[in-house]
């Protein structure tokens, strides 16, 4: 399969930006190529390890990569793309180039990128290929994403990790909607759920996760499903954890409710702070009580419980 890599080249205030830009048109997760960002986490790990891609040095501007489908409807989402970059960051601000790739170029590339990252107090996602030494009660989590969304290190998937840390209960059952690495399912297992179900529509997602719950470790505790959002799931949770989109999440409001058991939790991210509003309210209309929101950039994320 071939995909379109659209390259946005964008002062450093324009990053978060143009990846949520990417995020609404549809491409998924980002490459962002920004040496600030790779000296931040490089600072909280190994420095020398670390490489910054020559496109991102050569002018000092960072790059944001998005990628679709060349199925031929990627035509009417490059148009969007366009609009919303006139719109939200006019004139010179940035730059857009385009190019087709294979999806086994894609899936290799960025792994030179791709570096182990404290996502929580305990939790530690790492790629499979790279070593980690681990401090005393990190738990740390091995990953292998392949082309499905979900490395660990985007804010969305960071704000999860940190409030599955506080929400998971030893023993308890968690839903994963929208699981696509599977990290967030993998974390909710070393973290003491008793059982996992991690559900994603696309069968390369699923396998990828399955993949990695296998690699660590705890393939006995995560079941994964195919299938859209709960409507193959059964019974119902302690925990549903969904890392998607605001408007997905507003509209999926009532059926993860219904899926919770009497004072579970709702943990939603994915959410861009214009649109927390809306996500809010629709959590209080299914009967789910905010009790904690917290935010990276322009990022939320909520932790809601079923009201009695």
């Known amino acids: 399969m071939e995909w379109l890599e659209i390259t946005v080249r964008t002062p ?28 931040k986490y490089a600072g909280a790990t190994c420095p020398e390890e670390w490489a910054v891609p020559e496109s991102a040095t050569a002018d000092g501007l960072p790059r944001v990569k998005g990628y679709l489908p060349a199925d031929g409807t990627q035509s009417k989402r490059l148009e969007e793309l366009a609009a919303a970059l006139a719109r939200l960051l006019p004139g010179p601000a940035s730059a857009v180039s385009t190019r087709t790739v294979s999806e086994e170029d894609w899936a290799n590339a960025w792994k030179k990128y791709y570096k182990p990252v404290r996502a929580g107090r305990r939790l530690v996602v790492k790629p499979s290929w790279e070593d980690y030494r681990a401090e005393e009660g990190d738990l ?19 704000l999860c990790l940190r409030l599955l840390e506080k929400y998971v209960r030893p023993g308890g059952t968690v839903y994963d909607v929208g699981t696509g690495s599977g990290v967030l399912a993998v974390a909710a297992a070393r973290l003491g759920a ?28 995560v079941q994964v499903v195919q299938g859209n959002l709960l409507e193959k799931v059964e019974g119902r949770a302690d925990l549903v954890v969904a890392n998607i989109i605001a408007d997905v999440i507003a509209a999926f409001a009532p059926e993860a409710a219904g899926a919770l058991a009497p004072g579970g939790v709702l943990i939603a991210s ?27 950039g322009r990022w939320v994320a909520l932790a809601a419980r079923l009201k009695a």
């Open 194 to 221: 008793g059982r996992v179900v991690a559900v994603d529509i696309d069968p390369l997602a699923c396998r990828v996760a399955a993949g990695n719950a296998e690699r660590n470790g705890v393939a006995g505790k």
């Open 270 to 296: 994915g959410i861009i702070e214009e649109k927390a509003g809306l996500v809010v309210c629709a959590l209080e209309a299914a009967g789910l009580a905010v009790c904690e929101r917290d935010e990276e």
């Open 12 to 39: 450093p205030e324009g990053v978060e930006l143009v990846a949520d830009i990417f995020q609404e048109i549809g491409t998924g997760g980002v490459v962002i190529e920004d040496p600030a960002v790779i000296f």
């Open 140 to 158: 740390v989590i091995e990953m292998d994403p392949g082309m499905a969304f979900g490395s660990g290190t985007h804010a969305t998937t960071c």
